[in-house]
Structure formats: structure tokens, C-alpha cells
């Protein structure tokens, strides 16, 4: 399997957050598990923008889509 093209950190930094380690875990423990009938991109914390940069990003399959899949299987776990 190839790497990821992204990072966590390219992404949340692609979000307009903070994107060091730390801030990403926090992030994730502050606003994780989601509910199974929420899908990511429609969770409630992101702006419009962020929840459209993630839906057209899976929508497309783009080079974001493996690493926003990833983050999708961290918040729902």
C-alpha cells in the first residue's frame, strides 16, 4: 500500500487548524467517537467551508481522500 499523499498535519493545517501533533489528538479526543449515523464531513464542529472541503474532496476521490478517510476511522472510533 502506498502513503498517504497528506499528512494529518497537511490537513488540519488545509482545515485552517492547528496542525501540530498534539493539537491534532487533542482534537480528536475533545470531539470523537461520532455517532455511526454521522458521517464525518456532516459532523457538527466544522464550518461550512470545512464540511465542504471534505465532501467535495470524497465526493471526487481526490489525493485528500485517503487521509480524510483515515481521520473519518480515528473520529469514529
Do not use: Y
Request: charge should be negative; charged fraction near 20%.
Amino acid at each position: 500500500m502506498e502513503p498517504s499523499v497528506h499528512t494529518f498535519s497537511q490537513l488540519f493545517a488545509q482545515l485552517g487548524l492547528p496542525s501540530d501533533a498534539a493539537a491534532i489528538e487533542q482534537f480528536i479526543e475533545k470531539n470523537a467517537p461520532l455517532p455511526d449515523n454521522v458521517s464525518l464531513a456532516d459532523a457538527p464542529f466544522w464550518t461550512p467551508a470545512q464540511s465542504a472541503f471534505l465532501h467535495e474532496e470524497l465526493r471526487s476521490d481526490a489525493d485528500w481522500a485517503e487521509v480524510i478517510d483515515e481521520l473519518n476511522v480515528r473520529m469514529h472510533g
